[in-house]
Nanobody, 127 residues
Framework: QVQLVESGGGLVPAGGSLRLSCAASGRTFSTYAMGWFRQVLVKEREFVATISRTGANTDYADSVKGRFTISRDNAKNTVYLQMNSLKPEDTAVYYC????????????????????WGQGTQVTVSS
């Protein structure tokens, strides 16, 4: 089992940048593919970015491609989401998630495939 704690959210003007971090407990972090999702109020949780166990493969939602970068440091048990050129429509609660049992190269864009979730961090982009 893994516990996930996000940090780095906040209020930023449009065009600004933020870096989210997600720290994982345990010694098996490298066995999990990781993902970032976001949710606004009662809307469905939306895929943002995912990274494979080794970090070799990544995938992004079309809405964030070219602006967001997901990365991981398995030695530090941490996954990051660098967010640049932020837009007001990026405002949401951002969640980190982990999925076990995937092949080393695989990623996942599907929320229900993920086994573990963090508590979320609020990102607000002002216009």
């Amino acid at each position: 089992q893994v516990q996930l704690v996000e940090s780095g959210g906040g209020l930023v003007p449009a065009g600004g940048s933020l870096r989210l971090s997600c720290a994982a407990s345990g010694r098996t972090f490298s066995t999990y593919a990781m993902g970032w999702f976001r949710q606004v109020l009662v809307k469905e949780r939306e895929f943002v970015a995912t990274i494979s166990r080794t970090g070799a493969n990544t995938d992004y939602a079309d809405s964030v491609k070219g602006r967001f970068t997901i990365s991981r440091d398995n030695a530090k048990n941490t996954v990051y989401l660098q967010m640049n050129s932020l837009k007001p429509e990026d405002t949401a609660v951002y969640y980190c998630a982990a999925v076990a049992g995937m092949l080393s190269w695989r990623t996942s864009t599907i929320p229900y495939e993920y086994n573990y979730w963090g508590q979320g961090t609020q990102v607000t982009v002002s216009s």
